[in-house]
């Protein structure tokens, strides 16, 4: 009998991508020096009772979305990109009235067995970062940047998609029609299918 014995480990391989108003993806950027990533998802249930006991449990669908990323340097580029900042003469200029941009984000964890697994959020907004920094005492210790983003779903309000994983483990996973998926430039690129694709 086979081991199916596996376990997930590592964040790596961040990159992102402006989601414009029709939910497309022109371009992506990868960004080195991701430290953790965490992502909450709620979904509320609420449960009905009758006859004396529990009766049914509904569920709200997914009513919560939230990813936390540090990593070692939020760039320039990335907070340009993230929340629609200028960049004058080498300085960033954060304006009061700012308004972040819609991103989808893509990272991979790897697992025991040496494959990897791909999670994509589809559309969100994330906070600014701060500065959280101390005086060198030795070796330096950085802290890494901190950034929370809330998603919602991509396309439809009721039936849009908010969270992809890919699994390399999974037969029929293809890596590039995922990123196809997350990352969109066409609407029919954007399509997913309720089954798998036939070749």
Known sequence: MADNKKVKFGASNFEYGVVDKDDLVQETRKVPGLSTIKIELT??????AADDGPYVVLS????????TIEIYDVDSQMKVDFYGIK???GVEVFKKNLTPRDVATLFRTK??????????????????PGVDTKTVD????????????????????DEGVILLIGREDN?????????????????????????????
């Not at 979904?43 to 009905?48: A, D, H, I, Y």
């Open 60 to 67: 709200g669908g997914i009513t919560d979305a939230k990813e």
């Open 43 to 48: 979904n509320e249930m609420k449960t009905l």
């Open 171 to 199: 037969e029929g996973f293809n890596l590039e029609q995922f990123r196809k998926w997350v990352f969109p430039k066409t609407e029919e690129e954007g399509e997913i299918p309720d089954e798998t694709p036939k070749p």
């Open 138 to 157: 030795g070796t330096p210790d950085p802290n890494a940047d901190s950034i929370e983003g809330s998603f919602v779903p991509r396309g439809d309000e």
């Open 87 to 89: 960049l004058v003469g």
């Open 111 to 128: 697992l025991s067995n040496g494959q990897f697994v791909w999670v994509a959020m589809l559309k969100g907004k994330f906070t600014i």
